[in-house]
């Protein structure tokens, strides 16, 4: 799979890999102030995603050029010219923070009782 990106684009990556980190070792210690351990874990995706996408907003937000204004000296109209953060995948750096929400929403949903309590099935066998 080849990753295509533009200027700082390419951070959106670690920040959303840290989120999804971060919610995986939080989850448990969320689970110990008294809340169910799903709900606790859905929570703790839902927080770590929508932080990472504030933490893109505002570092697209930051990245990008001063606005410059050009007049067109032969129809006098005028042009906004402003240098963006990059992207990802074609897609600009600023809208990757509404696509982190919406994966920490769609991750959110997703979990099941399955994915946080291991079955018997699924847990080590001890034999004498």
């Known amino acids: 799979m080849f990753i295509v990106w533009k200027g700082w684009g390419i951070l959106v990556i670690p920040m959303l890999a840290v989120a999804f980190m971060l919610a995986g070792w939080l989850s448990p210690l969320v689970a110990q102030l008294g809340i169910d351990a799903i709900w606790a874990h859905r ?13 893109i907003w505002f570092m ?55 994915d946080v309590f291991p079955s018997k099935s699924d847990l080590p066998q001890i034999s004498d």
Do not use: H, N
């Open 43 to 55: 929570l703790t995706i839902l927080l770590m995603f929508t932080a990472s996408g504030v933490g």
């Open 60 to 114: 697209a937000k930051g990245l990008m050029g001063p606005v410059r204004r050009m007049i067109d000296k032969d129809t006098g109209r005028e042009f906004v010219i402003q240098s963006g953060a990059g992207s990802l995948f074609f897609i600009p750096t600023r809208y990757w923070a509404f696509i982190a929400v919406a994966i920490g929403l769609v991750l959110c949903a997703l979990t099941t009782p399955s």
